[in-house]
């Protein structure tokens, strides 16, 4: 089917979404919103991926636009101020590099440069000031990004984004080690770890500086709350996995849902798919009702002070982005050039990716 996405392209057009990714739950309930800051985010962030050296002149050239990553932030994180957004922004940028690294040190079996580079995302993320000027561009680009991240909120939100981001560097590394020895993890061990390679918990924790506000501890985990932002996430995490199963089959790929119900439930790759989806639609049903009780929750810390009408805002607004990833999440899988596998020259190798061992350099 086509459908209208509101394209952040400056002409809107239709895009096609394959029946079998079709969710008009989300065209009809989840209205696309967009940043003002968009247009922006998009140029600075191309010349932060120049100058950051995270991708060839060449590739930035012709594909930064196109794989459309300020567009999922900047559908996601509205009311953040411009600041807040732009280094959100460039640390997602940052991410899908990452990322594709790591899926090309599995590729050409890179197992040393893959374990420093992890070494040091795990020493910049603590002190970020002191990797500015690796030699290593990732690294680099990663510092710059979280030193900025860091500059928002109290040094207790710095704490508890560094962890888990520890958490999402060792999860990264157990996909590594899966997908050299082939091991294809089970439902539920896919499931957990899937919670921590999508970064669940980072992006929710970003956002409270959208919000410019650090949440209490009481409030983060109050279960209203805590329910509606993983069930955010899950539609998210799940929704990719439906998006990018011929890429990731194509590329020899071990972590993906579809993967795991075929090999561990004995399901066909058609059987898969359905119930991939069934998750994904469940994910959306469950959030209409989770977000109802989140916004309830949200009112009841309102009936007070000055303070906690403050923190009502807050929560309120961050309920109101959980919403909005759906959108962004959704739109995005159509119109970036990531997903875009039958367009490739080689379905297992993005043509967007720097193929060279930079880690071993």
């Known amino acids: 089917m086509h459908a209208f996405s509101r ?24 209205p696309r919103q967009l940043h003002p800051y968009w247009p922006r985010l998009q140029e600075k962030t191309r010349t932060w991926l120049l100058e950051k050296r995270l991708m060839p002149a060449d590739k930035v050239e012709e594909y930064a636009d196109g794989l459309c990553y300020t567009d999922l932030m900047a559908g996601y994180y509205i009311g953040a101020p411009d600041d807040v957004l732009q280094a959100i922004g460039d640390y997602s940028a940052w991410f899908f590099v990452w990322d594709d690294r790591h899926d090309r040190d599995i590729v050409h079996h890179r197992p040393a440069a893959w374990r420093r580079l992890r070494f040091r995302l795990h020493a910049a993320v603590d002190s970020p000031a002191e990797h500015l000027r690796h030699g290593d561009p990732l690294v680099a680009g990663f510092a710059d990004s979280v030193l900025r991240l860091y500059s928002f909120l ?13 958490a999402v560097i060792e999860a990264y590394d157990r996909e590594f080690r899966n997908r050299i020895e082939g091991h294809i993890p089970t439902v539920e061990e896919y499931l957990a770890l899937r919670r921590l390679t999508f970064a669940h918990r980072i992006w929710t924790d970003l956002l409270e500086p959208s919000a410019e506000r650090e949440l209490p501890d ?35 790929e071990v972590h993906n849902l579809g993967i795991s119900l075929i090999t561990h439930e004995g399901l066909t790759l058609e059987e898969a798919v359905t119930e991939v989806r069934r998750r994904v639609e469940t994910c959306i049903s469950d959030f209409l009702v989770a977000e109802r009780a989140a916004l309830e929750f949200a009112d009841s810390l309102a009936d007070g002070t000055v303070r906690e009408k403050e923190l009502g805002a807050a929560v309120r607004a961050c309920v109101g982005n959980m919403r909005n990833w759906f959108s962004s999440v959704y739109w995005f899988h159509h119109e970036s050039g990531r997903y875009m596998v039958d367009s490739w020259d080689d379905r297992s190798t993005p043509p967007y990716v720097h193929n060279e061992a930079a880690g071993e350099k």
């Not at 207790?156 to 962890?163: C, D, E, S």
Request: aromatic share 12%; with cysteine; proline share 10%.
């Open 7 to 30: 394209s952040t392209a400056s002409t809107p057009t239709a895009v096609a979404v394959p029946p079998s990714l079709s969710l008009p739950v989300i065209e009809a309930a989840f």
């Open 154 to 166: 109290p040094r207790t939100w710095n704490a508890r984004f560094a962890r888990h981001f520890h």
């Open 218 to 252: 009481g409030v983060r985990k109050h279960p209203a709350y805590r329910r509606a932002a993983l069930l955010s996430q899950e539609f998210a995490a799940w929704y990719n996995d439906l998006c990018s199963l011929p890429k990731e089959i194509a590329g020899d």
